[in-house]
């Protein structure tokens, strides 16, 4: 019963900026982490950005400076605030959780930039 399910994707030209966020529901154990990743068409799965439940983030290189990650404990939401865009960052992303040696994913949203 534990589903996560993402928003916030969309279109947007170059050097503009998406904020998206994925909603988990159900009973999780409190240590997790959560994060993004992105699969562009004939390319693979990419970690964009993790953070923890204690906060510690990590983070692509090719996105550092450009895109945050945050989360909502209480919440158990997470988030991630994309700016200066690049037609590189296109992609479906996707809410990443792990916790309890295990991984959940949610659907994915896609991500447009044009030039």
């Known amino acids: 019963q534990v589903q996560l399910v993402e928003s916030g994707g969309g279109l947007v030209q170059a050097g503009g900026s998406l904020r998206l966020s994925c909603a988990v529901s159900g009973s999780i154990f409190s240590l997790n982490t959560m994060g993004w990743y992105r699969q562009a068409p004939g390319k693979q799965r990419e970690l964009v950005a993790t953070i923890s439940s204690g906060g510690s983030t990590n983070y692509a290189d090719s996105v550092k400076g450009r895109f945050t990650i945050s989360r909502d404990n209480a919440k158990n939401t997470v988030s991630l605030q994309m700016n200066s865009l690049k037609p590189e960052d296109t992609a479906v992303y996707s809410c990443?959780?792990?916790?309890?040696?295990?991984?959940?994913w949610g659907q994915g949203t896609q991500v447009t930039v044009s030039s």
């Open positions: 990443n959780l792990r916790v309890m040696g295990l991984v959940y």
